[in-house]
């Protein structure tokens, strides 16, 4: 049986949330040049969407983190396939994902980034559900906080499918 959509966050909602959140990151910088880094595959929409609107000097490269193996919760144990064509040492780093969960993910990879130098590092995130925090880290920069519920689309996967769906829902029960 086909599952019910309940969208939270329409596209349009999104895209006026992004303008907003671009100016903060922008201003936040000062007109200094930064390194963007997208964690794939769940930012790959919200990154794009986010560079677009921001007007800071910038190189953009990529990550890939796991940790789901298809379970819909994290385990912890986060895999970081970090093959940066971009130099970072001494450079201010900013990494964009998709939604802040347990944490892990985004903790995971700022520790990975500091240890190759840079002159700072930050983070900024569509969704935050704080109410699932395991490790003591949040986002600088955040979108939506939302509660404990399970979304897909705009970047956001179920299973293999939706995460090109460009509106931010959940599934009724
Ligand atoms: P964390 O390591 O913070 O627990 O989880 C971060 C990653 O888990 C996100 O980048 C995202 O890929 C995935 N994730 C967390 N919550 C959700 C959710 O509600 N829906 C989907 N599709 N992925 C999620
Ligand atoms: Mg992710």
Do not use: W
């Amino acid at each position: 049986m086909e599952k019910k959509e309940l969208v939270l966050y329409s596209r349009e909602a999104i895209a006026r949330r992004v303008e907003e959140l671009a100016k903060e990151v922008d201003a936040a910088y000062g007109g200094k040049e930064i390194v963007v880094i997208g964690l794939l595959r769940g930012s790959f929409v919200f990154c794009s969407d986010l560079v677009r609107e921001m007007k800071s000097k910038m190189e953009i490269d990529f990550m890939t983190t796991s940790s789901y193996e298809n379970n819909e919760s994290s385990s912890g144990d986060v895999k970081v396939f970090g093959d940066l064509r971009c130099d970072v040492k001494g450079r201010d780093v900013l990494i964009v994902d998709d939604i802040i969960d347990t944490g892990h993910t985004l903790q995971t990879v700022t520790e990975a980034i500091k240890k190759m130098e840079p002159a700072s590092v930050k983070s900024v995130v569509m969704l935050d559900k704080p109410s699932r925090r395991e490790v003591d880290f949040s986002a600088d920069f955040t979108g939506f906080t939302i509660d404990d519920v399970f979304i897909v689309g705009y970047g956001l996967n179920y299973g293999p499918y939706y995460r090109n769906k460009p509106y931010i829902y959940t599934y009724e029960d």
